[in-house]
């Protein structure tokens, strides 16, 4: 059978089953626990990265687990392993609330990478009940100057005019 555009039928579904295919995963719909693949664990990881120098973008899960939380760990000291201080922009659009077991995790992280991490943008929507959570994690952490922005948009561009990262541009 011939379609429109002249593509046999066959050519037609391998062409949407390659495409498919190639295409990246979508994290988009449940928890990730321990035991996820190592291609499901890369693709987590790669949702935090050097956008530019100084400047950490991560794309925070809609769904969070610890185990989330410790790839992130990881990928963070892999950034930051050369050194210096960094701001970070985190999109917080499409996020759940966490629950407290992460909550008190993400304060703990947050703390310990005080000197690395120096300043926070925070793209959080909307959502009331996130800007709260936020608000309160943040104030835990010690993080008293975090920023909160409707749209990621809106925060990449205020971190893209902090000192630290327009001085390399």
């Not at 530019?52 to 892999?78: D, G, S, Y």
């Not at 800007?131 to 309160?136: K, W």
Request: net charge neutral; aromatic share 10%; hydrophobic share 40%.
């Amino acid at each position: 059978m011939v379609v429109e555009g002249g593509m046999e039928a066959n050519e037609l579904i391998f062409e949407f089953i390659s495409t498919f295919i190639s295409q990246p995963m979508n994290l988009e719909h449940r928890p990730y626990y321990e035991g996820e693949s190592p291609e499901v664990c890369r693709e987590i990881q790669e949702r935090m990265y050097l956008y530019r120098p100084q400047l950490i973008v991560w794309n925070e899960m809609p769904f969070t687990t610890l185990f989330q939380l410790q790839l992130f760990k990881a990928k963070l000291r892999e950034i930051t392993q050369t050194g210096g201080q960094y701001v970070m922009v985190v999109n917080l659009t499409k996020t759940h609330r966490a629950g407290s077991a992460y909550r008190a995790e993400l304060v703990r992280f947050i703390k310990s990478n005080k000197g690395v991490i120096t300043k926070y943008y925070l793209a959080t929507g909307s959502i009331r009940i996130i800007n709260i959570c936020v608000e309160l994690v943040a104030k835990v952490a010690g993080i008293y100057d975090a920023e909160l922005h409707g749209t990621f948009e809106q925060a990449l561009e205020r971190a893209e005019r902090h000192e630290a990262v327009a001085l390399l541009k």
